[in-house]
């Protein structure tokens, strides 16, 4: 028994200074938490890529300096509070999110570890921080402002489309953010002299009736809204509406990149981007109370000639001479 327990001793003071050399090792790098909606096999690891390479340009990296904590909930809102308080877990320094529901868990989940929104919808309007120059407590970031967007997004379908009379929304009712959205769509629309009428995607198995819906209301045009479950399943949203033969304004490249019709709205990536300087700021020791949250200053018009074509739709050349980018 004694030699038993020799060798459990000298086992143990062997792994210590091991261990400890681990411990410390960790605790010496910068150690961020990444909390996403969108799937990582999609978007997210897209954003994530974005987030990457802007800690790069900053003199982190992963395995040296920094420690990365992502989790995704793969396009499932109820997976959120579950990975939040997984990710709390691991004790990180400073967390990075994206889309309402993901920053609204964070924050019901922690008002101490500082929270950088990559990107939302509009703070204020939301609840989410009390302004944009001094947002206080444990959240800053970029916001989309995507309310002011809406508008412009119908403008642009109705100026391809003249013969545009009745759009169909997509939308997300689990979203709070989508709420605000549809009184912006309900100014526009009667600005323009536009009739429409929302139909809730909250699911992809849900897809399939709602786009029998949109063509049973006889829409001839749709708008999908800003929302991180849509954008998770972008591909069979952008498959749908080739089926309806309608054309189609998304809010994010992503979409047109996909095949579908038109894109306006920020880079998005550039934003996760952004969001790496934002860690940098916090980790040296600024409060994310005393950093004003960040508006995007560009804004990219993107058109799918090729899904124009295919659906036998011509954009106007007054359009496409705007657009910053056509994919042929």
């Keep these: 028994m004694r030699l038993i327990g020799l060798a459990v001793v000298l086992t143990l003071s062997l792994a210590l200074p091991t261990l400890a050399a681990e411990a410390q090792e960790t605790a010496n790098k910068a150690h961020v938490g990444v909390l996403l909606l969108t799937p990582r096999a999609g978007a997210g690891g897209t954003y994530i ?5 802007g800690l790069r340009e900053l003199g982190y990296v992963e395995g040296q300096n920094l420690l990365l904590e992502i989790r995704s909930a793969e396009g499932r809102p109820d997976r959120l509070p579950r990975l939040a308080a997984e990710i709390l877990g691991t004790r990180p320094d400073v967390l990075v999110t994206a889309g309402s529901e993901a920053i609204l868990t964070l924050k ?5 570890v500082p929270i ?4 939302v919808m509009d703070p204020v309007a939301l609840g989410i921080t009390p302004s944009l120059a001094k947002p206080g407590g444990n959240l800053t970031g970029l916001a989309i402002l995507s309310l002011e967007l809406t508008s412009k997004r119908l403008q642009l379908l109705k ?7 009745r759009v169909a929304v997509l939308w997300n009712p689990d979203n709070p953010g989508n709420a605000l959205v549809l009184k912006e769509v309900e100014i526009a629309a009667q600005a323009l ?17 709602a786009f029998e819906a949109v063509v049973g209301a006889q829409c001839n045009g749709i708008l999908a809204i800003e929302d991180s479950v849509l954008f998770s399943h972008l591909s ?3 498959e749908s509406a080739a089926r309806s033969r309608l054309p189609a304004m998304y809010a994010f490249r992503q979409f047109a990149d996909a095949g579908g019709l038109m894109s306006y ?3 998005t990536p550039d934003s996760f981007r952004r969001a790496a300087v934002y860690v940098h700021k916090i980790l040296k020791g600024a409060k994310p109370a005393d950093l004003p949250i960040e508006q995007p200053t560009k804004f ?12 036998g739709l011509t954009i106007p050349q007054s359009l496409l001479v705007r657009a910053d980018e056509i994919i042929q």
């Design 49 to 53: 890529e974005a987030l990457r390479g």
């Design 108 to 112: 019901r989940a922690t008002d101490v």
């Design 116 to 119: 950088i929104m990559a990107t």
């Design 159 to 165: 100026e391809a489309f003249p013969r545009l009379s």
């Design 193 to 209: 002299g536009l009739r429409w009428q929302g139909f809730a995607v909250q699911r992809p198995d849900k897809l399939v009736e």
């Design 236 to 238: 069979r949203i952008v």
């Design 265 to 267: 709205g920020p880079n």
């Design 300 to 311: 990219e018009l993107v058109i799918n000639m090729k899904t124009a074509k295919a659906l």
